[in-house]
């Protein structure tokens, strides 16, 4: 059915043989800050209008780092107003359709997460689910929603996740790497549980995003410091849940890090493994090699792409992440999207291609239709 | 090399940018002041239109905290990632060598010459009266 659509779908009626795509990372925007608040019940939606909200997204709120052209692609701006994704037709005619997507998974970076008052978190989150099914889902079965939960209220966050776990049109837990505790504490194990009963992975968006200052001296000065600093959250994330057994207690749990880099990943699982060696003694509750468990939990997706000098460097890179744990995606429509034909600079065999662009995606995210795995956690 | 008349002036206004084709080939053409450049209408590095791009001058500085921007020299930056080049080499401002774009010869004509040239006209019929880009490729 999809591909019959696709091949209906404007840039994909090409002869050449295109790799179907999974896009891992796309940022849907609300139209307008009514839109929002109309996903809101009565009293958060007073409550917004009445004292505000502070927002990761640029068009709505104020970003902590501004950034040129909002952070924006600057041709995607949709012809019939609003911001960039905020349109489904335009993302669907520049994105879906001129890429040949077969599937999209949504990132919607929901004030939510960002709450000091958590009561508000969880109902922005609820909001930016319901929206999701409306505006995006629902309409375009292309794409798939990321179960925005308020990582800070976990009790919440289980409610969330399964009044919603049925719904296959959620691939994924959303919550944001940059927590008020390290990423491993208990205080957040029932949404990993929880999410590793319906098996649904979770996935941490590094980028922009967070209740914590993004270095750990603080606030970097500019942009430029903060686009690099999103591999920390993601590292600083990976190691705590390791460290504090968050594995040993979940063993179906799967984490997806997003758009955090990953050429740091190898180094830091080979250091990783090393420390291990020597200092077991203060972690004696760890089961594994840290390397084990994160060959066991762990995808990371590719965008913004690593650019050695050399290409072929590249080639090493992607092999010791591993071509089995990288998800592609464009982070559509940030500045720093990634083209599917072009990011890689590098000649891709045609089963590593596969691997990256769609396959990897489709086990993980059980695109296929593969039925849930119902385990104990 | 063949003169190919893409547009009418008038359709290129000073601070303007718009893609052209030329057979299969996109190309950018600027007009920065009254000044015409023309390069391909391909970022090198991941292939967006770099006729969506924000034409600026480049921001220098000696020291931080003192800053200027050299409105002698403007560039075009890719709408994607914003690589910065010079609309007139087609080189880029962090890797020249490396990161380039080509770069093709762009004149304004009078309706009334175009007739003598040896020019390749596709869609277009000219007014004397007006004046038309061509670029050469």
Same mark, same amino acid.
Request: charged share 25%; hydrophobic share 40%.
């Given at each position: !059915?999809?591909?019959?659509?696709? @091949?209906?779908?404007?840039?994909?009626?090409?002869?050449?043989?295109?790799?179907?795509? #999974?896009?891992?990372?796309?940022? =849907?925007?609300?139209?307008?800050?009514?839109?929002?608040?109309?996903?809101?019940?009565?009293?958060?939606?007073?409550? #917004?209008?009445?004292?505000?909200?502070?927002?990761? &997204?640029?068009?709505?709120? @104020?970003?902590?780092?501004?950034?040129? &052209? *909002?952070?924006? /692609? /600057?041709?995607?701006?949709?012809?019939?107003?609003?911001?960039?994704?905020?349109?489904?037709?335009?993302?669907?005619?520049?994105?879906?359709?001129?890429?040949?997507?077969?599937?999209?998974?949504?990132?919607?970076?929901?004030?939510?997460?960002?709450?000091?008052?958590?009561? $508000?978190?969880?109902?922005?989150?609820?909001?930016?689910?319901?929206?999701?099914?409306?505006?995006?889902?629902?309409?375009?079965?292309?794409?798939?929603?990321? $179960?925005?939960? !308020?990582?800070?209220? @976990?009790?919440?966050?289980?409610?969330?996740?399964?009044?919603? @776990?049925?719904?296959?049109?959620?691939?994924?837990?959303?919550?944001? =790497?940059?927590?008020?505790?390290?990423?491993?504490?208990?205080?957040?194990?029932?949404?990993?549980?929880?999410?590793?009963?319906?098996?649904?992975?979770?996935?941490? *968006?590094?980028?922009?995003?967070?209740? /914590?200052?993004?270095?750990?001296?603080?606030?970097?000065?500019?942009?430029?410091?903060? *686009?690099?600093?999103?591999?920390?959250?993601?590292?600083?994330?990976?190691?705590?849940?390791?460290?504090?057994?968050?594995?040993?207690?979940?063993?179906?749990?799967?984490?997806?890090?997003?758009?955090?880099?990953?050429?740091?990943?190898?180094? !830091?699982?080979?250091?990783?493994?090393?420390?291990?060696?020597? *200092?077991?003694?203060?972690?004696?509750?760890?089961?594994?090699?840290?390397?084990?468990?994160?060959?066991?939990?762990?995808?990371?997706?590719?965008?913004?792409?690593?650019?050695?000098?050399?290409?072929?460097?590249?080639?090493?890179?992607?092999?010791?992440?591993? !071509?089995?744990?990288?998800?592609?995606?464009?982070?559509?429509?940030?500045?720093?999207?990634?083209?599917?034909?072009?990011?890689?600079?590098?000649?891709?065999?045609?089963?590593?291609?596969?691997?990256?662009?769609?396959? &990897?995606?489709?086990?993980?995210?059980?695109?296929?239709?593969?039925?849930?795995?119902?385990?104990?956690? | 090399?063949? %003169?190919?008349?893409?547009?009418?002036?008038?359709?290129?206004?000073?601070?303007?940018?718009?893609?052209? +084709?030329?057979?299969?080939?996109?190309?950018?053409?600027?007009?920065?002041?009254?000044?015409?450049?023309?390069?391909?209408?391909?970022?090198?590095?991941?292939?967006?239109?770099?006729?969506?791009?924000?034409?600026?001058?480049?921001?220098?500085?000696?020291?931080?905290?003192?800053?200027?921007?050299?409105? %002698?020299?403007? +560039?075009?930056?890719?709408?994607?990632?914003?690589?910065?080049?010079?609309?007139?080499?087609?080189?880029?401002?962090?890797?020249?060598?490396? +990161?380039?774009?080509?770069?093709?010869?762009?004149?304004?004509?009078?309706?009334?010459?175009?007739?003598?040239?040896?020019?390749?006209?596709?869609?277009?019929?000219?007014?004397?009266?007006?004046?038309?880009?061509?670029?050469?490729?």
């Amino acid at each position: !059915m999809t591909q019959e659509l696709l @091949a209906k779908a404007k840039g994909a009626t090409d002869d050449r043989a295109r790799t179907m795509i #999974v896009d891992c990372d796309i940022h =849907p925007a609300y139209t307008s800050q009514a839109e929002m608040l109309s996903y809101l019940p009565l009293r958060w939606r007073q409550h #917004v209008q009445e004292f505000g909200l502070f927002s990761a &997204n640029p068009l709505m709120g @104020a970003l902590p780092y501004p950034r040129m &052209n *909002h952070g924006m /692609r /600057r041709d995607s701006y949709p012809a019939a107003g609003g911001p960039p994704a905020s349109d489904l037709a335009f993302l669907q005619e520049q994105l879906l359709d001129a890429h040949g997507i077969e599937y999209g998974i949504l990132q919607p970076l929901s004030p939510g997460h960002l709450m000091s008052n958590t009561a $508000l978190g969880v109902a922005l989150c609820a909001g930016t689910n319901d929206w999701q099914i409306d505006k995006w889902t629902g309409p375009e079965p292309r794409l798939k929603g990321s $179960l925005s939960v !308020m990582q800070e209220d @976990a009790q919440a966050s289980v409610t969330e996740i399964q009044a919603r @776990a049925n719904d296959r049109r959620f691939v994924q837990v959303a919550i944001s =790497p940059r927590t008020l505790e390290p990423a491993g504490r208990q205080r957040y194990w029932p949404i990993y549980e929880a999410a590793a009963h319906y098996d649904l992975p979770v996935a941490m *968006h590094s980028a922009a995003f967070g209740s /914590r200052a993004n270095t750990g001296s603080g606030w970097a000065s500019f942009y430029i410091e903060e *686009h690099f600093a999103f591999s920390h959250a993601a590292q600083t994330a990976l190691v705590s849940m390791i460290f504090e057994g968050v594995f040993d207690a979940f063993p179906h749990l799967k984490v997806v890090l997003v758009e955090g880099g990953f050429a740091w990943f190898p180094a !830091m699982v080979w250091r990783l493994d090393r420390e291990w060696e020597r *200092h077991r003694r203060e972690v004696p509750h760890l089961k594994r090699r840290p390397s084990e468990y994160i060959r066991d939990h762990v995808w990371l997706t590719t965008q913004p792409v690593e650019e050695p000098p050399l290409s072929s460097q590249l080639d090493d890179i992607l092999r010791w992440v591993g !071509m089995d744990r990288l998800l592609f995606s464009t982070d559509y429509p940030h500045w720093d999207f990634d083209h599917p034909d072009y990011a890689f600079r590098l000649p891709l065999s045609p089963g590593d291609r596969a691997l990256l662009l769609r396959e &990897n995606a489709v086990k993980l995210f059980r695109l296929d239709g593969a039925s849930v795995e119902r385990r104990g956690a | 090399m063949t %003169d190919h008349v893409v547009c009418a002036l008038s359709e290129l206004p000073p601070g303007k940018a718009k893609r052209v +084709m030329i057979g299969t080939r996109a190309i950018a053409v600027f007009n920065v002041d009254g000044k015409l450049s023309a390069i391909a209408d391909r970022c090198p590095h991941e292939g967006a239109s770099l006729s969506q791009g924000q034409v600026g001058g480049v921001i220098v500085s000696d020291r931080p905290g003192e800053y200027r921007v050299r409105t %002698d020299m403007k +560039m075009v930056r890719c709408p994607w990632h914003g690589w910065e080049f010079d609309m007139d080499t087609g080189k880029s401002w962090c890797d020249p060598a490396r +990161m380039k774009t080509r770069s093709f010869g762009v004149k304004i004509c009078p309706g009334a010459t175009l007739e003598e040239g040896s020019y390749s006209l596709e869609v277009f019929s000219v007014s004397l009266q007006d004046e038309y880009v061509v670029v050469t490729v």
